[in-house]
């Protein structure tokens, strides 16, 4: 049965619950500043004007997004330009997540229940869904609630996910979180969760930290890539998940690092990094580098958008074959993810990156 206990808003509701939600108009750029999507290098292309989140399809040709937070899932063709709307058939509260799997189909991420008087609920508590974008079917639940961002693997029906205590008041203990594992079967056409288990709860750590899983590593996916919040400000981890040893790439104490994308060799994660900022403002004055995978905390500046005062760039993903990259526009004092716009990076036109230094 598709989306059980759901909760769908009527066609009304719906329209005042999106209105409400809807990304508020980014600042006024500063008197005198062009903002960075004017004054864009050859190497780098804009996409949309709107939009967040973005995920290459398993042949490049195509990228997922969200229109905003809690808006609909829409996918743009990377040589026509076009772009469809893959959920507006269907009522619903908005998504905050769009993820190709392994076989084509979409894992989402969105609420059940929405109050306007209290958005941050419906972030917190989003739940999963399978659609199949080659039919009208509305989507199926897996039945689980995600924090943030799950992570699809792009090679078998197998996805990771984390769980926070204010998901589950009175269950968990106030400020831990957990990554969990599964994999997605069929039956009788109807995906579900199968085969889940915990990888790592904050509680077992030997620091204090929150967990957000963020790549499978390929390419034989034996490790998970995921962001250590309030550790050291933020750092990108690896945990190994046969062993469950764990791995600091980033150990960049003071600095903002949260790994956001990989490379399909394994060798590089991109990261939201705010290293080449003295200020240490974190994520609000971040840019995309390159964190090489080998323990030596190495990185490379990708992007600057955040020379421009104001502006910043945020949420990367490289393509399967590794040529390109997808990021978006972000503004200064604005919620972490929240997009304004969508831009393509290609590694083969671009000049080496600026090494930063330790």
Same mark, same amino acid.
């Given at each position: 049965?598709?989306?059980?206990?759901?909760?769908?808003?009527?066609?009304?509701?719906?329209?005042?619950?999106?209105?409400?939600?809807?990304?508020?108009?980014? &600042?006024?750029? !500063?008197?005198?500043?062009?903002? !960075?999507?004017?004054?864009?290098?050859?190497?780098?292309?804009?996409?949309?004007?709107?939009?967040?989140?973005?995920?290459?399809?398993?042949?490049?040709?195509?990228?997922?997004?969200?229109?905003?937070?809690?808006?609909?899932?829409?996918?743009?063709?990377?040589?026509?330009?076009?772009?469809?709307?893959?959920?507006?058939?269907?009522?619903?509260?908005?998504?905050?997540?769009?993820?190709?799997?392994?076989?084509?189909?979409?894992?989402?991420?969105?609420?059940?229940?929405?109050? !306007?008087?209290?958005?941050?609920?419906?972030?917190?508590?989003? +739940?999963?869904?399978?659609?199949?974008?080659?039919?009208?079917?509305?989507?199926?639940?897996? $039945?689980?609630?995600?924090?943030?961002? #799950?992570?699809?693997?792009?090679?078998?029906?197998?996805?990771? +996910?984390?769980?926070?205590?204010?998901?589950?008041?009175?269950?968990?203990?106030?400020?831990?979180?957990?990554?969990?594992?599964?994999?997605?079967?069929?039956?009788?056409?109807? =995906?579900?969760? *199968?085969?889940?288990?915990?990888?790592?709860?904050?509680?077992?750590?030997?620091?204090?930290?929150?967990?957000?899983?963020?790549?499978?590593?390929? =390419?034989?996916?034996?490790?998970?890539?995921?962001?250590?919040?309030?550790?050291?400000?933020?750092?990108?981890?690896? *945990?190994?998940?046969?062993?469950?040893?764990?791995?600091?790439?980033?150990?960049? =104490?003071? *600095?903002?690092?949260?790994?956001?994308?990989?490379? &399909?060799?394994?060798?590089?994660?991109?990261?939201?990094?705010?290293?080449? $900022?003295?200020?240490?403002? @974190?994520?609000?004055?971040?840019?995309?580098?390159?964190?090489?995978?080998?323990?030596?905390?190495?990185?490379?500046?990708?992007?600057?958008?955040?020379?421009?005062?104001?502006?910043?760039?945020? $949420?990367?993903?490289?393509?399967?074959?590794?040529?390109?990259?997808?990021?978006?526009?972000?503004?200064?004092? *604005?919620?972490?993810?929240? @997009?304004?716009?969508?831009?393509?990076?290609?590694?083969?036109?671009? #000049? #080496?990156?600026?090494?930063?230094?330790?």
């Amino acid at each position: 049965m598709p989306l059980r206990g759901c909760g769908y808003v009527s066609g009304i509701l719906l329209s005042l619950a999106l209105g409400v939600t809807g990304q508020q108009p980014p &600042p006024t750029a !500063p008197s005198g500043v062009v903002p !960075p999507d004017r004054n864009l290098p050859a190497h780098i292309r804009k996409l949309t004007g709107f939009g967040e989140r973005a995920d290459f399809s398993l042949d490049g040709k195509r990228v997922l997004f969200v229109s905003k937070t809690f808006g609909d899932a829409m996918e743009i063709d990377l040589d026509s330009g076009v772009i469809r709307n893959l959920t507006s058939y269907f009522p619903h509260y908005g998504f905050t997540r769009a993820l190709y799997l392994a076989n084509g189909h979409i894992l989402l991420s969105g609420p059940t229940e929405f109050n !306007p008087a209290n958005v941050g609920a419906a972030r917190t508590n989003c +739940w999963l869904f399978v659609l199949d974008p080659t039919t009208t079917a509305r989507p199926f639940p897996l $039945n689980v609630k995600a924090a943030e961002g #799950p992570v699809p693997s792009r090679k078998r029906m197998h996805i990771a +996910w984390s769980y926070r205590a204010a998901q589950f008041p009175g269950e968990m203990e106030p400020g831990s979180s957990q990554i969990h594992e599964g994999d997605i079967v069929y039956e009788q056409g109807v =995906p579900k969760l *199968v085969n889940q288990r915990k990888v790592l709860d904050s509680r077992d750590l030997p620091f204090k930290a929150t967990l957000e899983p963020q790549n499978f590593r390929p =390419p034989q996916e034996r490790e998970l890539i995921f962001s250590a919040y309030d550790f050291q400000n933020s750092e990108a981890f690896g *945990v190994d998940l046969t062993t469950g040893k764990l791995t600091n790439y980033s150990n960049g =104490p003071g *600095v903002y690092d949260e790994p956001e994308g990989i490379f &399909p060799s394994g060798e590089y994660t991109t990261v939201e990094s705010d290293r080449h $900022n003295p200020a240490g403002q @974190g994520f609000d004055r971040a840019d995309i580098h390159r964190l090489k995978l080998d323990g030596s905390g190495q990185m490379e500046r990708l992007t600057y958008f955040a020379d421009v005062p104001t502006y910043r760039s945020s $949420n990367p993903v490289v393509s399967d074959d590794g040529r390109y990259m997808a990021f978006q526009m972000g503004r200064s004092g *604005v919620a972490a993810g929240i @997009g304004y716009g969508l831009f393509l990076y290609d590694f083969s036109k671009a #000049p #080496p990156p600026t090494r930063m230094p330790r």
